[in-house]
């Protein structure tokens, strides 16, 4: 792998401090997003993340560009009149023309002021606005690309509403950044047109960078060996790239979020950024350490609850002995790793089930997927739950006003007396309820794709079918965690809170959030030095390796011995979740030379999780 140190700075701190006398009041800076206000992957992170400190900076001149979705304004969204002439202007003359354009506050931090695009509505200008594309940059979109035919009408309606609003800007300078190739149409159509901006570019990923990784290719071995254009013809996303490529050389800054992502780029696109902007945390202050072990004790019996639920009838394991682990993010199936974590489970089961551990670990993948509705035998077993939990409440009122008259009368009540039959009788049949006929699902939604679906068939294959004998439990939640599921009623960050280590084994990430989300939420996490977070950590944090063994020094068949010492560490932090404070993450450093032995990493991620829990109770 090229690893060529970037001329680009990955801290503001490098950059000139010109900034610093830049007359905020005469700018105005839009961001434009395909995921402002609507929630697909990380750039939706980034962007709520900063928006209170950028909103604080400037104001009343900050916006942000992104689509409209109904039911994400109506939830996210607080509608209101532009103060900005030039703003309200450029509202007004694009739904007299046939738009629908809608303006209000993001009801997030800061409450960043948001003009959101209808795509739908503009559809019949799609052959119009493909005639522009191709006159602007020679890129043509295929009809049968759905995604690609969306971004477009974005673009085009973005660049639009910049050039109204340059027209009645009264002098005052803009500025624009636009966020992915999704957003990248509106950048080039605006440079085509000469509007007086200022462009930036950033990408958070490359399009063929993403595909390549996910075909299993040695990605980062051959990064100045591709035909570029070939491989992306192979994938049937040429177009795409050609629009992704064309918006960073159209672009008069271009960045990125991580050094990795940097040199991808460089390969990739063909330019070097000029500057390398790492993602951030708009991070919480506890005063105390307690704060953390209570948050942890509150949201881990909540996720208990609901494993009471969904393991009910096979509910033979001590909750008090059970380890929460997940993974979560955008739906790749390798590029995430979780091929590889699925098979480091397998052999963790089989390792716990030899070992006769009483252990049990319980996996959620937070994935989101193509589903038709809930599992039927999830939401009943939610159900049984809270039934059984009401029946007991009623016998234990019925139970403790027996036990006090027979107090106040002096007596020691008969236990063989003091449940009548008809408590009995109410016991019974709970217990009846309980009885299953199937195992506990491994999936709380019904997949549209079931028979194809990756982790579905991995598990098959594997054999995780969360059986009595199993160590190792797998619930896939193929959506978004969200307090109002009649499953799982909560957020991520409660979730998160909730468990006892995150694993991310990546083989491709450009930066990767849910590491850092878990560093700042007191839970240790698993990652790789080829994200883009792994990378800065290993770049800025004092010795990076103080908890990892290195990767020669693993085999198909690990020795647990040669592992003690760091796996001890690695456990000491999951199992001090419940009692202690932060722990930073535990990376695994992958060889530049070895990176494309998926085999060698699937030995490291199955090492540290199998000595994690097996030292666990130490």
């Known amino acids: 792998m090229l690893r060529g140190r970037s001329l680009s700075v990955t801290s503001l701190g490098g950059l000139p401090r010109w900034e610093a006398g830049l007359p905020v009041e005469d700018l105005l800076l839009f961001e434009v997003a395909w995921e402002v206000t609507n929630k697909v992957g990380g750039i939706y992170t980034v962007i709520q993340t900063k928006a209170k400190t950028t909103a604080d900076e400037w104001g009343d001149n900050y916006f942000l560009l992104g689509p409209y979705f109904e039911h994400n304004m109506k939830t996210q969204v607080e509608q209101c009149e532009p103060v900005n002439d030039a703003v309200r202007r450029a509202v007004d003359v694009m739904n007299k023309h046939g738009c629908q354009v809608h303006f209000g506050r993001w009801l997030i931090e800061g409450s960043p002021y948001v003009v959101l695009f209808d795509i739908s509505y503009s559809a019949q200008n799609l052959d119009t606005w493909k005639g522009d594309l191709w006159e602007a940059c020679n890129v043509g979109i295929p009809y049968h690309d759905q995604e690609a035919n969306e971004m477009l009408i974005f673009g085009s309606l973005t660049a639009w509403f910049l050039k109204e609003v340059t027209d009645h800007a009264d002098g005052k300078h803009v500025i624009v950044q636009f966020h992915e190739w999704q957003a990248g149409t509106g950048l080039i159509l605006s440079r085509a047109r000469k509007l007086p901006i200022a462009t930036v570019f950033t990408t958070h990923a490359t399009l063929l960078g993403r595909y390549l990784c996910a075909a299993n290719i040695d990605f980062y071995n051959h990064l100045d060996k591709f035909n570029i254009d070939k491989e992306a013809g192979e994938r049937q996303i040429y177009h795409r790239y050609c629009m992704e490529r064309a918006s960073v050389h159209c672009a008069h800054v271009f960045t990125t979020v991580s050094e990795i992502t940097a040199i991808e780029a460089e390969h990739m696109l063909k330019r070097k950024p000029d500057v390398i902007t790492p993602n951030g945390l708009n991070v919480k202050k506890f005063s105390a350490v307690h704060e953390f072990q209570n948050l942890h004790a509150m949201y881990k019996a909540r996720i208990q609850d609901f494993v009471r639920g969904h393991f009910y009838g096979h509910l033979d394991f001590d909750l008090e002995k059970t380890l929460f682990l997940f993974i979560a993010g955008r739906y ?259 060889d530049d030379k070895r990176i494309d032995s998926r085999r060698n990493l699937q030995g490291q991620v199955c090492i540290i999780v199998k000595i994690s829990v097996m030292f666990s109770r130490t």
């Open 332 to 590: 790749e199936f390798s590029n995430k790793g979780a091929d590889i974590f699925l098979e480091s489970l397998s052999r963790l089961n089989f390792l716990l089930r030899m070992h006769k551990s009483d252990v049990t670990v319980v996996v959620f993948f937070i994935m989101p997927a193509k589903t038709n509705n809930f599992n039927v035998e999830t939401l009943k077993g939610q159900a049984v739950r809270k039934q059984l939990w009401d029946t007991a409440h009623s016998v234990k009122e019925k139970f403790g006003k027996k036990l006090y008259d027979a107090l106040l009368r002096g007596e020691i009540p008969d236990m063989n007396n003091i449940l009548d039959r008809d408590d009995l009788t109410i016991m019974k049949r709970a217990i009846f309820s309980t009885q299953r006929q199937s195992l506990p699902p491994v999936t709380t939604h019904n997949m549209i794709d079931d028979s194809t679906d990756p982790i579905l068939s991995t598990i098959r294959r594997i054999g995780l079918f969360n059986s009595r004998t199993d160590r190792v439990k797998v619930i896939l939640h193929p959506e978004f965690l969200s307090s109002t599921s009649p499953l799982l009623p909560m957020d991520f960050e409660e979730f998160v809170r909730g468990c006892h280590l995150g694993v991310f084994p990546s083989y491709y990430e450009p930066w990767g959030y849910t590491p850092a989300e878990c560093t700042v939420m007191g839970i240790p996490s698993v990652t790789t030095n080829l994200s883009g977070f792994g990378c800065f950590m290993e770049e800025h944090v004092a010795d990076p390796t103080a908890y990892v063994t290195p990767p020669e020094d693993y085999s198909e068949e690990p020795d647990r011995e040669a592992f003690r010492p760091s796996g001890l560490e690695i456990l000491r932090q999951s199992k001090q979740v419940d009692d202690n404070t932060q722990r930073t993450p535990l990376k695994i450093p992958l």
